[in-house]
């Protein structure tokens, strides 16, 4: 079964620029997470899809938006860019989004923002 | 608000010995979920092992089990026989069991090397 896979890898922009990543979950799961990382503030909830509805969000700003398709893959976008949107940008996939449901990671999108 | 607290930024282990890493957690939800994730240097988070704050029995998965004590809210992970693949950064994480994964709370995690 393949796993979570995100893309691109890494990815280098510049200020006020905006940019898209892309996630497809594993086969079968409906839920899809986001996750920002940071050396400073560490792992945070940017927000969850299910069923191509936005069920839960975290506490960022509105230049971190979100959607998700029919196949469940889902995509960010960041407006804007400001240097501190420099992150590690995972995404999860589970079952269902239950807390009890195992959430599997991708590998991450290392944004660089110059 | 709750919160995790991950005391040991950095430990060492020898080969093939156990390791224990810390994990205390404040909480006012009753039902919660309590995670281990390991993330190598490559980036990737991987799951580890899960409890449940009503489980009576602590959880294991392999080499890998959950010292679950609740009146003292930790949940120590306990690694046994180190292998020089378990080298990663280790992240305690938990969440109430109402509202997703929204309210997931991480802590600053423990890079652990095992020395060969």
């Known amino acids: 079964k393949a796993g979570v896979t995100q893309t691109p890898r890494y990815l280098i922009k510049t200020r006020g620029q905006q940019v898209t990543l892309s996630c497809s979950p594993i086969?079968?799961?409906?839920?899809v997470s986001w996750y920002q990382q940071t050396p400073g503030q560490g792992l945070q909830f940017l927000f969850e899809?299910?069923?191509?509805?936005?069920?839960n969000k975290g506490n960022f700003p509105g230049r971190f938006s979100g959607r998700q398709f029919s196949n469940s893959r889902s995509e960010m976008n960041v407006s804007t860019l400001e240097l501190g949107d420099s992150a590690l940008y995972l995404c999860a996939s589970s079952l269902a989004g239950q807390v009890s449901d195992t959430q599997y990671f991708g590998p991450g999108t290392r944004l660089t923002v110059l | 608000a709750q919160k995790i607290t991950q005391t040991q930024p950095g430990m060492f282990v020898q080969e093939k010995e156990a390791v224990t890493l810390d994990c205390t957690y404040d909480t006012s939800d009753p039902s919660y979920g309590l995670f281990w994730y390991k993330q190598p240097s490559s980036g990737e988070m991987i799951f580890l092992i899960y409890q449940g704050s009503y489980d009576q029995q602590n959880a294991t998965e392999g080499r890998y089990s959950l010292n679950f004590q609740k009146a003292r809210k930790s949940a120590n992970l306990v690694i046994s026989a180190s292998q020089l693949g378990d080298s990663a950064m280790y992240f305690c994480?938990?969440?109430?069991?109402?509202?997703?994964?929204?309210?997931?709370?991480f802590g600053t995690g423990t890079k652990l090397q095992v020395i060969p």
């Open positions: 994480a938990m969440s109430p069991n109402s509202g997703g994964y929204q309210k997931v709370t």
């Open positions: 899809y299910f069923s191509e509805t936005q069920r």
């Open positions: 086969s079968g799961h409906r839920s």
